[in-house]
C-alpha cells in the first residue's frame, strides 16, 4: 500500500494505543514508514516475490504480479 493508505488506517487502527493522531503520524512517518521503505530498498521484496497484492483499497484487492500468470 501507498505511505497515504498506511498513515490514514493507521490514524484509525492506532489512535488508541498511541493517544493521539499527531502521535500515530510521528512514530509511522520518522519510524514505520523510514523503516519499510529501507527494507524495500535493500531487499527488494517485490522482485523476489511469486505474487504482488496491491491492498490499497482494502475490499478490491488486485494482484499486480503472479509469476503463474504473466503479467
Same mark, same amino acid.
Given at each position: 500500500?501507498t505511505?497515504? &493508505?498506511v498513515?490514514?488506517?493507521? &490514524? ?10 499527531e502521535? /500515530? /503520524?510521528r512514530?509511522? &512517518? *520518522? ?5 519499510? *521503505? ?6 527488494a521484496? *517485490?522482485?523476489r516475490?511469486? +505474487? /504482488? ?8 484487492p ?6 503463474? *500468470?504473466? +503479467?
Amino acid at each position: 500500500v501507498t505511505a497515504d &493508505t498506511v498513515l490514514r488506517r493507521a &490514524t484509525v487502527r492506532d489512535l488508541a494505543l498511541f493517544g493521539s493522531e499527531e502521535e /500515530v /503520524v510521528r512514530r509511522y &512517518t *520518522q519510524r514505520y514508514l523510514p523503516g519499510e *521503505q529501507m527494507y524495500i530498498a535493500e531487499c527488494a521484496p *517485490q522482485a523476489r516475490a511469486d +505474487i /504482488v497484492v496491491d491492498m490499497n483499497e482494502w475490499d478490491r484487492p488486485r494482484i499486480v504480479k503472479d509469476l503463474a *500468470q504473466p +503479467i
